[in-house]
């Protein structure tokens, strides 16, 4: 895997700023669409993917060359980014889902074939409420 080391210089790097200086870094090492596999930010030990029991300092960027990860671009002493080259993958386009919320607050997922996108009230027949194994689309 390629290694690229990015000294910041614009005063306080937050993960926003750090993916978008990853990502320019990434475009100049000619990746055509650059998509971050997987990250760590080494004073908090945050990283992604995560699991319990992962090694902070080691398992976002296994994780990344594993699944096609070819750049790893550091973004001062803070940040470290696992980049892939997503041209030539299949777009999704357009997902049949849509996030609803009721009155009460409750948030689901609608399958919009059957609810439409004119409503914005979630049914029982095109609606799952959104718990721990749903995934918000948005």
């Given at each position: 895997?390629?290694?690229?080391?990015?000294?910041d210089r614009g005063g306080p790097?937050?993960?926003?700023?750090?993916?978008?200086?990853?990502?320019?870094a990434?475009?100049?090492?000619e990746?055509?669409?650059?998509?971050i596999?997987?990250?760590?930010?080494?004073?908090?030990?945050?990283?992604?993917?995560?699991?319990d029991?992962a090694n902070?300092?080691s398992?976002?960027?296994?994780?990344?060359?594993?699944?096609?990860?070819?750049?790893e671009?550091?973004?001062?002493?803070?940040?470290?980014?696992?980049?892939?080259?997503a041209?030539g993958?299949?777009?999704?386009?357009?997902?049949?889902?849509?996030?609803?919320s009721?009155?009460?607050?409750n948030?689901?997922?609608?399958?919009t074939p059957?609810i439409?996108?004119?409503?914005?009230?979630p049914n029982?027949?095109a609606?799952?409420?959104?718990?721990?194994?749903?995934a918000?689309?948005f």
């Amino acid at each position: 895997m390629k290694n690229i080391h990015i000294e910041d210089r614009g005063g306080p790097l937050d993960f926003q700023h750090a993916s978008i200086v990853a990502r320019e870094a990434a475009l100049k090492a000619e990746m055509q669409q650059p998509t971050i596999l997987s990250w760590h930010q080494r004073s908090n030990q945050h990283m992604s993917p995560y699991y319990d029991g992962a090694n902070p300092d080691s398992w976002w960027e296994k994780y990344g060359e594993g699944n096609g990860g070819s750049l790893e671009v550091s973004v001062g002493d803070e940040f470290g980014f696992v980049m892939m080259d997503a041209q030539g993958y299949e777009s999704l386009g357009r997902m049949p889902l849509r996030n609803l919320s009721d009155g009460a607050g409750n948030e689901y997922l609608c399958y919009t074939p059957i609810i439409g996108t004119v409503t914005n009230t979630p049914n029982s027949e095109a609606c799952t409420e959104l718990d721990g194994w749903l995934a918000d689309q948005f």
